[in-house]
């Protein structure tokens, strides 16, 4: 395995040494999940020996991390603990990584659109949320890097084995014999996917088994993975000590989304002792059920057009009722949590 580790190190020193003479930056996006912690770790790893190589670390190295404003709160308190983590550790080894931390734009946030604007929660159907809150901001951070260098190469932690349709998206953008493919929509940026071939076994015996560069402790990861873990979502993994149990591969999103039928993750983080989530998901949950009610919605859309079914946007008696109860919510939440705020002032 540690061959195995060190194969994909080489490719990325191979890569930002000789397959590729420029300058143009390196994004990361960041995510402090499994995946992109792994590929940075392997990035940092590739770093340091070029170091030792060359002396000098020419290219900057940008790792980007996207605040929906509406995540998980135990993933945004182990993220931005990270982000630390590693600020400090790039300016101690004198490397040039770089932290970003991007938000949407007040107008593009959740809460704004949702009881603002009375956009209804959303949906397969009515998706309104990614562009807004995840896409945008990002978007806009690699075009101020294009900008400046001309160019830009986004690291990617995608994996083929992740699934079937993964596999199928990232054969389709592959170019024969070369490491970066195009990127579908942002101009003069490039894709690259350090891990692209691991599967998870790996992936969780990288976390278990390599030391953190920036001295974070995986374990914290493992644990947040282990207990977000609901029973259909439970995975083998290679354990490096008998107190491991099965982790899972769950999937941590933003803590009101509705696009899912159920919230497995924050339900099993509950079960498994963070009784103090029960609040937020009790209130996501009342989203949920409450989004067709025909009570809740005008019979015209925001542009005053006669909506299907009479389902139009939020009435302003259901947001003020929204807000009431999110604010009672984020007050139940502050008796345990109190620095947490789950909407702006």
């Given amino acids: 395995m540690a061959k195995f580790i060190q194969s994909i190190v080489d490719e990325i020193i191979d890569q930002y040494l000789y397959a590729d003479e420029t300058n143009r930056p390196w994004i990361i996006g960041f995510s402090g999940g499994k995946d992109s912690t792994v590929m940075l770790q ?5 770093v340091e020996q070029i170091k030792q190589l060359t002396g000098i670390v020419r290219r900057d190295i940008y790792v980007v991390c996207n605040d929906t404003m509406v995540e998980n709160p135990v993933i945004t308190e182990y993220v931005y603990r990270v982000l630390d983590k590693i600020e400090f550790a790039a300016v101690k080894q004198d490397i040039p990584i770089y932290i ?6 007040l107008e593009d946030s959740f809460w704004v659109n949702l009881i603002g604007k009375g956009y209804p929660a959303p949906n397969n159907a009515f ?3 990614t562009e807004r809150l995840k896409i945008k901001p990002t978007s806009r951070l690699m075009l101020e890097q294009v900008d400046e260098f001309g160019e830009a190469v986004i690291l990617i932690g995608t994996r083929k084995k992740e699934s079937a349709s993964r596999a199928k998206s990232m054969k389709k953008h592959e170019i ?4 970066l493919t195009k990127h579908p929509t942002q101009p003069n940026t490039f894709m690259y996917a350090p891990i692209r071939n691991l599967d998870l076994e790996e992936v969780w015996y990288i976390i278990n088994t390599m030391e953190s560069p920036w001295g974070a402790d995986n374990a914290e990861l493992f644990k947040i993975y282990s207990d977000a873990s609901a029973d259909d979502y439970e995975c083998p993994t290679v354990v490096t000590n008998k107190e491991h149990k099965s982790c899972g591969q769950s999937r941590f999103g933003c803590w009101v989304c509705t696009v899912v039928k159920e919230d497995k993750s924050m339900t099993a983080l509950i079960n498994n002792g963070l009784t103090w989530l029960s609040p937020l998901l009790k209130f996501r949950n009342e989203l949920a059920e409450e989004r067709n009610l025909i009570e809740n919605r005008l019979p015209t859309r925001r542009n005053k057009t ?3 079914n009479q389902m139009g946007s939020y009435t302003p008696i259901y947001r003020a009722d929204v807000l009431r109860r999110l604010l ?7 008796i345990t949590k109190p620095h947490i705020e789950l909407i702006a002032a």
Wanted: hydrophobic residues 30%; proline residues 4%.
């Fill in 127 to 129: 998706r309104w949320c």
């Fill in 328 to 334: 009672e919510t984020q007050k139940e939440v502050q």
């Fill in 100 to 105: 970003k931390k991007t938000i949407p734009r």
């Fill in 306 to 308: 006669e909506a299907i």
């Fill in 176 to 179: 024969k014999g070369k490491r």
């Fill in 42 to 46: 392997l990035v940092w790893k590739a």
